[in-house]
């Protein structure tokens, strides 16, 4: 038996568990329950919050088997991606992609037959994003990459909020704005951290194309954008006073660590800013959560 079936060989759940990346998709799913919640005074109904949150879980889980699928040549040029399922030759691609394709089938299914047509399609669209127009195009297109591609990962809050209501509302497009504003500096920090790697697999990350001193500076400048963008749920009267306390709290504290980064004194400064960049997310929304049902109703 050859090395390449032993690896097909030793598939198993985890590996298809492991596809869908069950932590990004759980921040996602986050976001999406809180923007549920914010989208009605009391508690919305079960079906929609369980369904809805089970719908976009699993058509998230799909673009990222996509996204294990299209980058498994340059996953295994990568310390941080080498292990990954389908790179190792774990799961073949065809499994994969027929495990993308089932995922992103019922979870569109879901949503259509028990949340709503708005969400069922903006569900798709950000799919689509992700796992088409950023992981097969922009990817290797641009260093602006994540920026331009960040809408569709900034997704989740507004799909949660019209799960609940049907329509658009500004309130709603204020939360993908606030994540929209985060992904850069969130990702940009690891793609410092791991700037050898994807200059290994020849991938345009910003700190790679223009330096990781230009990066630090837009990391800083990013962050800035990010406090002003966070202020906005303050400022238009969707939440009150607690809300803006976190939110200022937590963005001096980001700002921290990007001037950390710049003033390049700690080596591993990149890695702890992207680690304070996912707790910050997670605060944020959860502060908003305290707001919304302590203060602002």
Known sequence: MSTDTIALSRASWRDYYELTKPRVVMLMILTSVIGMLLAVPDMPPLEILVLGNLGIALCAGSAAAVNHLVDRHIDIKMARTSQRPVARGRVEPQKALLFALLLGSIGMFILLAFVNALTAWLTLVSLLGYAVVY???????????????????AAPPLLGWTAVT??????????????????????????VHRRED???????????????AYTKLHILLYTFVLLAVSLLPFATAMLGWLYLLGAVV?????????????????????METFKYSIIYLMALFCIMLLDHYLIAV
Do not use: S
Request: aromatic share 12%; net charge positive.
């Open 166 to 191: 049907g329509e658009l509302h500004g309130h709603g497009l204020l939360l993908v704005l606030i994540i929209f504003a985060w992904t850069p500096p969130h990702f940009w920090a690891l793609a």
């Open 198 to 212: 994807y200059a290994k697999a020849d991938i345009p990350m910003l700190p790679v194309t223009h330096g990781v």
């Open 250 to 270: 937590l963005g001096f504290g980001f700002i921290y660590w990007a001037v950390e980064m710049l003033r390049d004194k700690k080596p591993q400064a990149g």
């Open 135 to 153: 992981t097969m195009f922009l990817k290797r297109a641009t260093p602006q990459n994540i920026v331009i591609g960040g809408i569709a990962g």
